[in-house]
DNA sequence: CTGTTGCATTTGTATGAGTATATCGGCAAG
DNA sequence: CTTGCCGATATACTCATACAAATGCAACAG
C-alpha cells in the first residue's frame, strides 16, 4: 500500500537536508558526480535525478565544467513544501520558526476574513467536522494535529483564492511543527478549542471583521505558548 | 556567457507550460516513458530528468504500473518561480492575476510596514538607486521594469524574514507581468513613481503605518490600472 | 597587459539490459 | 453477489557504459 522511497527520492532527501541544517554550506561543492554516485552506492541515473530535483527547488545549481555548487539562501524556495519538511526534520533554526509565525500572522487573518465572506456551506463542513476530530483525539495524537492541519488549510481553501491556497502546505507545515515542537519540550498544552471555535463561528457568521480578530489571537496564543517552550 | 538551454529544461518547460495553459487536464496520462521520450527526439536520460522537475513542482506524480499522471491543481506549487513564469509565458487565466493580486495586497503592506520598522541604510539605499533606474527608464524599457522589480523585492528583503522574502520571486512575477500587460495591450500608463515614492520615504522616515498605507494605495492604483486594462 | 584561442574537465545525452513495484484480473471463500 | 487474496504483467526505476557538448582556465599572441 504504502510506497516505497525511492532511491532518487532518497538521495534528493538526504542531501536536501544535508544542505537545510548547515552541514553544506553556500558555495559548497559537489563536484565529480561520478565519485560521488559511486560514493553513495549508486549508479549516476538516480543521483543525477536527486540532483535535478535540487536544481528545482533552487537549493543548488549545476553547470558543465563549473560543478555543482550550493546556492545563496536567498535563491531556496523556502515554502516549498518538501522544503518545509526537510528542514522540520532536524531541529529548525528558531529564527525561521520565528518568521514562519510572522508570515502566518500576515496571511492567516487575512485569509479568515476573505474565507467569511466567500465560504462555501461544504467548507463549514469541513472546518466543523476537523475541529470535532481535533476535539476527539487532542493534539497530542496523530489524528488531532492532522485536523487541526485540516482547519486551517479549509480556512485557506474558503479564500477561493488558488495563490492563497497554495500556501496551505507551508502554514500547515508550521502548524504541525509547532505543535510537535510543544510536545517533544513535554508542555501541557493549553486546550486550544476555543480560539479555533471563536475563528470557526466568525467565518460561519460571515463576519469577516470577527474572523480576522479571531484569527489574530488565535496566533497570539499560539506563538506566546511556543515563546514559552523557548525560554 | 549565457546558459545554453539544456535539454531536460527545455522539456519541463515545453511540458509545464502544457499543463498550466490547460493543454493537459488533471487527470491525464504520459504513460510509456520510452514512446514519449522518443516522439520528442530525445533519449530517456533526459525525459525522465524534466519528469523529475514536473514532479519536484508537484505538477505531476508517477508510479511504476501506473504511469505519470498530472495532478490535481489544489496539489500545484503555484508560487514556484518556474511555474509563475511558465504560467505567464502565455495569456494567464485573468482568475490567477486576480488571486495574485490579492496575495500582493495581503503581503506587500504588512512587508512595508515591517520593513519601516528593520530597514537597514543599505536597503534604503537599494530601493533609492531602484526608484532613480525606475524614473530613468519608464516601465516601457527592460531595465525599467527590472528596478521596479528591485524595489519591491528590496522591501520584502527589509522584512529581515527569510519567509517572507521569499515570496518575493512570485511577488516579482506578478508586478513584472502586470506591467508587461499593460504594455502588450498600449495602455498609456499613469506615471507610477509618485506612489512608490510614497512607500519609500514612509519607509526611509521607519513610520510602519504610513508604510502600510502607502502601499496599500500603490497596490490600489495598480490594480485600478490593470483592471480598466481587462475591461 | 589584454584579448584570444585551444584544451582538459565536468556535466549532459544516448542506449540497452535488467529489477522492483503496484495495478489489474481472476479465483476462491464468505 | 460481495469480499479478500494472489499471481501475472505493464510500467517506471535502476544500472552500466559510451559518447557529446559546454565552459572555465591557462597558455599564448598581439
Chains 1, 2 share one sequence.
Do not use: C
Amino acid at each position: 500500500m504504502g510506497k516505497a522511497e525511492r532511491i532518487h527520492q532518497a538521495i534528493a532527501r538526504s542531501l536536501g537536508t544535508a544542505i537545510l541544517t548547515g552541514k553544506y554550506q553556500p558555495g559548497d561543492s559537489f563536484e565529480g558526480e561520478i565519485e560521488q554516485s559511486l560514493a553513495l552506492g549508486v549508479s549516476r541515473t538516480p543521483y543525477r535525478e536527486a540532483i535535478r530535483i535540487l536544481v528545482a527547488k533552487g537549493l543548488i545549481e549545476s553547470r558543465p565544467r563549473a560543478g555543482t555548487h550550493v546556492t545563496q539562501r536567498s535563491r531556496w524556495n523556502l515554502l516549498d513544501p518538501d522544503i518545509l519538511a526537510w528542514t522540520f526534520s532536524g531541529e529548525p533554526d528558531q529564527a525561521f520558526v520565528r518568521d514562519l509565525f510572522e508570515l502566518r500572522g500576515i496571511i492567516e487573518p487575512a485569509a479568515a476574513a476573505l474565507a467569511a465572506q466567500r465560504r462555501t456551506a461544504a467548507q463549514i463542513d469541513t472546518m466543523r467536522q476537523a475541529l470535532a476530530a481535533m476535539q476527539h483525539h487532542g493534539l497530542a495524537a496523530d489524528e488531532g494535529r492532522a485536523a487541526d492541519q485540516r482547519f486551517h488549510h479549509a480556512v485557506l481553501e474558503a479564500t477561493h483564492n488558488e495563490a492563497v491556497a497554495s500556501l496551505a502546505s507551508s502554514v500547515g507545515a508550521a502548524v504541525d511543527w509547532t505543535t510537535r515542537f510543544k510536545q517533544r519540550h513535554h508542555v501541557l498544552p493549553r486546550d486550544p478549542l476555543p480560539e479555533h471555535l471563536a475563528v470557526f463561528h466568525a467565518i460561519e457568521a460571515s463576519d469577516a471583521g470577527a474572523a480576522r480578530k479571531a484569527m489574530e489571537e488565535l496566533l497570539r496564543l499560539a506563538l506566546d505558548d511556543t515563546a514559552a517552550t523557548f525560554a
